[in-house]
């Protein structure tokens, strides 16, 4: 993550002083990191497109209503309004910096477990030693000042949240989870409600989803999509560069296709188990 391409170039020239081999997993296209490893003389680099970005673009002074149906916007204010009248009013929480995470992770936590406990197919991101990376990853961004958790309330209680990096006027969306037991609230859709009506206090003019199209992601799109690409990534300064790229790509791309294969029969056991 860079904060523009001068930043990027001189990531690419440090990281090459270092003779690191990089594998970067769901790149977007756009990067201004891919850009300058793609140009720099002392990198060798190889792609693979391994998924789609939908992607929002936002003018000054949009609203949700921009985006949106009116009809559509008039569901998700009704079931706010039904929630208000049973005592759980939705409200809408904004972290950005690590105090911020240590009052909220726990509820962040626990949010992210009931979701993939409701979704064998799921991850479980907040837990364990990947939970301990995105941690360290969100405290490092909220350090810089990029980190940006937005949080849905019920009542007082956290029943959802996104999870974005505000690269320039981007909201880099991360990672997501709500809570099964207030699907009917639509967190996903409510939270995309608040960030565009929102987004020019917010500094943002443009929303990348993450790889993936799910139905969330589709309602708030534009119609083109980003390729995210893994990459891969060797020095020049290494022998035979050339052949370390060829390598490591086909070690890594065998293994992940191995991976993803074991994990679709682990899926299949687990519905016929249900």
């Not at 880099?172 to 967190?187: G, K, S």
């Not at 003019?205 to 999509?225: F, M, N, Q, Y």
Request: proline share 3%.
């Amino acid at each position: 993550m860079t904060a523009d391409a001068s930043a990027a170039r001189g990531l690419a020239d440090r990281l090459a002083e270092r003779r690191l081999i990089l594998h970067l997993d769901q790149m977007a296209t756009d990067s201004d990191l891919l850009h300058a490893l793609r140009d720099h003389p002392q990198w060798r680099v190889h792609t693979r497109v391994t998924s789609d970005i939908p992607m929002l673009t936002l003018r000054p002074g949009w609203t949700a209503r921009d985006v949106r149906s009116g009809r559509t916007l008039s569901q998700l204010r009704s079931v706010r309004t039904k929630y208000a009248a049973a005592g759980d009013e939705v409200r809408f929480e904004l972290l950005q910096t690590t105090a911020d995470l240590d009052r909220r992770w726990d509820d962040m936590r626990r949010v992210a477990s009931k979701r993939a406990e409701s979704r064998p197919e799921w991850d479980q991101w907040l837990e364990g030693e990947r939970g301990t990376l995105v941690r360290a990853v969100l405290d490092g961004e909220a350090r810089a000042g990029r980190m940006r958790v937005l949080g849905m309330t019920a009542g007082g209680q956290w029943i959802g949240h996104d999870i974005a990096v505000k690269c320039g006027t981007t909201w880099a969306r991360y990672l997501t989870h709500f809570d099964p037991d207030h699907a009917r609230v639509q967190p996903g859709h409510q939270l995309m409600v608040w960030i565009i009506d929102h987004h020019d206090e917010l500094g943002v003019d443009r929303i990348h989803h993450g790889r993936g199209v799910t139905p969330v992601k589709k309602a708030w799109s534009d119609e083109d999509l980003l390729d995210a690409v893994d990459v891969w990534a060797v020095p020049t300064s290494i022998p035979a560069a050339g052949s370390v790229l060829a390598v490591i790509t086909g070690i890594t791309i065998a293994r992940v296709r191995t991976i993803t294969a074991l994990k679709r029969v682990a899926r299949r056991l687990l519905r016929r188990n249900r």
